[in-house]
């Protein structure tokens, strides 16, 4: 089992839904969260930097971290084809150490 | 304000070469961590420098090293090329200091004939 899942995708959604892209991870310890999207043959851009559980957000995203759970979730509302892309988590325990990278979910947003 | 700078973009090499890549952090960022990437594995951590010291060490052999000099620019290498170490190389930068996320560059594509 890989320390840190994601839903491979590919997820097709039309222009205006809701997206909810999810990880999961196995170590408790985590405890600092990013959100990064990466489009075909670029590196990944950060969306969302979090700490310990709750929510953020920033524009049409948002961020959710539940620990209890060892889950997180970006939220990404009135999707556009601009958003069609990788998305991938990313998690660490302390700073100092290392980000964990998901495998990465790869979104169609349709016009 | 500029970005990270990976240089170069793409090459080519063939099995048994050497190479260096080279990563220009943003200004003022202290720490950089390279990551390799491929399509199989995703995002593997390779190493990371701050202050000129490797601070993290991830799984990878030892014919991959870096280093960082005294301006925070990064290089690493990697020697006796193998087809495996095909891959998009990533460099990340940020300032150490934990409050924030990393900053990627475009990466190298690295291929290995």
């Known amino acids: 089992q890989k320390e840190v899942e994601q839903d491979p995708g590919p997820l097709s959604v039309p222009e205006g839904a809701i997206v909810s892209l999810n990880c999961t991870y196995s170590?408790?310890?985590?405890?600092?969260f990013m959100w990064y999207r990466q489009y075909s043959r670029k590196g990944p851009e950060l969306l969302m930097y979090t700490y310990s559980s709750g929510n953020k957000e920033d524009g049409r995203f948002t961020a959710q971290v539940d620990k209890s759970s060892k889950y997180i979730s970006l939220f990404i509302r009135d999707s556009q084809p601009s958003d069609s892309a990788t998305y991938l988590c990313?998690?660490?325990?302390?700073?100092?150490?290392?980000?964990?990278f998901g495998p990465g979910t790869r979104l169609s947003a349709l016009p | 304000k500029a970005g990270v700078t990976q240089t170069p973009r793409y090459l080519i090499k063939t099995r048994g070469q050497q190479v260096t890549l080279s990563c220009s952090p943003i200004?003022?960022?202290?720490?950089v961590s390279w990551y390799q990437q491929t399509p199989g594995q995703g995002l593997q951590f390779l190493f990371e420098?701050?202050?000129?010291?490797?601070?993290n060490k991830g799984n990878f052999p030892g014919r991959f090293s870096g280093r960082q000099f005294s301006n925070s620019r990064s290089e690493m290498n990697v020697s006796t090329l193998e087809l495996g170490d095909s891959a998009l190389y990533l460099c990340a930068s940020s300032t150490g200091t934990g409050t924030e996320g990393y900053t990627f560059g475009s990466g190298t594509r690295l291929t290995v004939v």
């Open positions: 990313a998690m660490r325990e302390n700073y100092g150490q290392n980000f964990v």
């Open positions: 200004s003022g960022h202290r720490s």
């Open positions: 420098y701050f202050s000129e010291t490797q601070r």
């Open positions: 170590n408790s310890a985590f405890q600092y």
